[in-house]
């Protein structure tokens, strides 16, 4: 079985510094999908960013970026010039691809604090 | 972009009653529904997987008299807690995906109280 681990119960960072998420997972697939997800105060979870295990080239969206290790299986969010509504709880996901049933695994959580 | 509305947003009622949870795909075919339980400070685990005019799949441990799911359409499904106690209260997501390979989006979730 799938499993995704983030070790980091809690991360804090300055108000316009970077920031690293770390996430790790256990898979004996070759083809899968990555997500990393953001929970607010509000409860909506929100995709924050997507990985295809077949694309070498770590994804990027905005301020959000990935460094994926499919070797060391590590997926890691990099979030550059924090802002105050970065503070969330971050959730590593992982599933594989092309069947519709398959489901999310979550890891548990991280929860970033951004300090003004 | 797809929107899942989920309804109610919060819900208190006694023990014994039944509860009935919402979730639908406002602007898209949802071919596949997710519901997932989240209790304080921990993350989400899934409870079962719906298809449209099929039976759901249950995660192992999860109640499927208990936790009563229904997918009639393309668009809704509900998730029905039967003969409700405390320890069902929690905070419930779903999630809609409307084809194998796109992305899930997920409703704003509900937060069940058991008095």
Request: hydrophobic share 30%; aromatic share 12%.
């Amino acid at each position: 079985a799938q499993t995704v681990t983030q070790s980091q119960p809690e991360m804090s960072v300055q108000e316009a510094e970077t920031v690293t998420l770390s996430c790790t997972y256990d898979t004996s697939e070759s083809d899968y999908y990555l997500f990393w997800y953001k929970q607010p105060p509000s409860r909506q979870m929100i995709l924050v960013i997507r990985q295809e295990a077949y694309k070498q080239q770590n994804a990027t969206e905005n301020r959000f970026s990935v460094n994926f290790q499919k070797a060391a299986k590590s997926f890691s969010l990099k979030i550059s010039d924090s802002q105050l509504g970065d503070a969330a709880m971050y959730f590593c996901a992982y599933r594989r691809p092309n069947f519709g049933n398959e489901k999310l695994t979550f890891g548990t959580g991280t929860r970033l604090t951004i300090i003004p | 972009g797809a929107v899942v509305s989920q309804h109610p947003s919060r819900v208190i009622c006694k023990s014994g009653t039944s509860v009935k949870i919402e979730c639908r795909s406002l602007d898209f075919q949802a071919t596949t529904m997710f519901w997932y339980r989240q209790f304080p400070k921990q993350s989400l685990m899934l409870m079962a997987t719906s298809n449209e005019g099929s039976k759901a799949t249950y995660e192992q441990g999860v109640e499927k008299d208990k936790f009563l799911i229904n997918h009639a359409s393309l668009t809704l499904s509900t998730l029905t807690v039967t003969s409700a106690h405390p320890e069902d209260s929690s905070f419930y997501i779903c999630s809609a995906r409307s084809w194998e390979d796109s992305p899930l989006h997920f409703g704003n979730g509900t937060r069940l109280t058991v008095t």
